[in-house]
């Protein structure tokens, strides 16, 4: 049976709200073997009920989590996700990541929340944190406008060094903020050239990966990371 890969939504102003999500991310994990269920914001009960019978997890990206929840003041570049959304992924990410059999990926801001969660705090912007790099986070004109291309290198034993062919490799990506003080737990398996956390993964489970880098982007090249949630998902499963 095809593994069932919860996926949390963006959420855009209405009235009404809408819930919404990017269709290389659905795309990819179709692509990889495994049945996309979207996840709205709803009640915890309702969560836990939903997450047991989900057999995987990917949190997508969007804008920034509130400061507030690392116990820091808003940097004036900083753009606040919605208030629902955030509630709902912090819910989803603390819920998620109490089942210790649960695969998770999170990409871009879902990669921040997994070290938030952690307890890790964040470069709340790259540019004023690093106003001499040279490396591209994000396009040009911003991080909201669009996607850029960078080198990234896995520098730690771990699932990405066992599942990508090369240690080094260019990957899209747009954000302005990335991981500061790692989380409980974590550990730092990838970064760019500038000593940007690009990849974060949790010790002592099978399949907690955390990537700065947007995979859905480029999906040929980031094939390996999908295919491993899915075959995570399903040896879960199978337990």
Not at 111 to 134: A, F
Request: with cysteine; aromatic share 6%.
């Amino acid at each position: 049976m095809k593994p069932l890969i919860g996926i949390n939504l963006d959420i855009k102003s209405g009235p009404p709200e809408e819930a919404a999500i990017q269709t290389t991310y659905t795309d990819a994990i179709l692509k990889s073997g495994g049945i996309p269920i979207l996840l709205p914001p709803m009640p915890r009960e309702d969560l836990r009920e939903v997450l047991r019978r989900l057999d995987g997890l990917m949190l997508i990206g969007g804008a920034d989590y509130c400061p507030s929840l690392y116990e820091e003041s808003a940097d004036p570049s900083c753009e606040l996700t919605p208030a629902r959304r955030q509630e709902f992924d912090v819910t989803l990410a603390n819920e998620a990541l109490k089942d210790s059999k649960m695969p998770i990926l999170g990409i871009c801001l879902g990669c921040q929340l997994i070290n938030i969660n952690q307890g890790g705090t964040l470069v709340q912007d790259i540019k004023s944190h690093l106003p001499n790099s040279e490396v591209q986070h994000s396009s040009v004109n911003g991080w909201k406008n669009g996607f850029a291309f960078h080198e990234i290198k896995i520098n730690e034993e771990g699932v990405l060094k066992n599942i990508f062919a090369t240690a080094v490799f260019d990957v899209p990506t747009s954000h302005h903020q990335s991981v500061k003080k790692v989380g409980r737990e974590l550990r730092v398996v990838a970064t760019a050239t500038d000593g940007i956390i690009e990849a974060i993964e949790m010790k002592g489970r099978d399949f907690v990966v955390g990537v700065q880098w947007h995979p859905e982007r480029d999906y040929e090249t980031n094939k390996p990371l999908f295919e491993k949630l899915i075959k995570a998902s399903q040896r879960g499963r199978a337990n």
